[in-house]
């Protein structure tokens, strides 16, 4: 099994992972659906699906549920990770 960095076995559903710099795209092998900014510090992440099964209903979904953690991140006083797993349609409300 090939493993690339902010893709892993675990997040088959997608990945959000910040962009530090304004030209970074999605990684090899998938495809960037949107891109969430946080309202609190203005941290951007990319929602990058495998490109064999990106759902942009899915990734509207997933971005809401960003928005929600980067929230409580910043109520918890915790930085947000860099790349951050996301939950797949049935894991969410």
């Known amino acids: 099994m090939v493993r690339i960095p902010g893709i892993t076995s675990s997040a088959p559903n ?53 928005a929600d953690k980067f929230v409580w991140d910043h109520i918890q006083e915790n930085n947000h990770q860099s790349s951050i797993p996301l939950p797949a349609s049935h894991e969410m409300k």
């Open 14 to 66: 997608g990945t959000a992972r910040r962009l530090r710099q304004k030209t970074e795209s999605a990684l090899p092998g998938t495809v960037a659906m949107t891109t969430v900014a946080c309202l609190q510090c203005g941290a951007q992440f990319v929602i990058a699906h495998r490109s064999s099964c990106s759902d942009q209903a899915l990734a509207a979904r997933q971005a809401i549920w960003l």
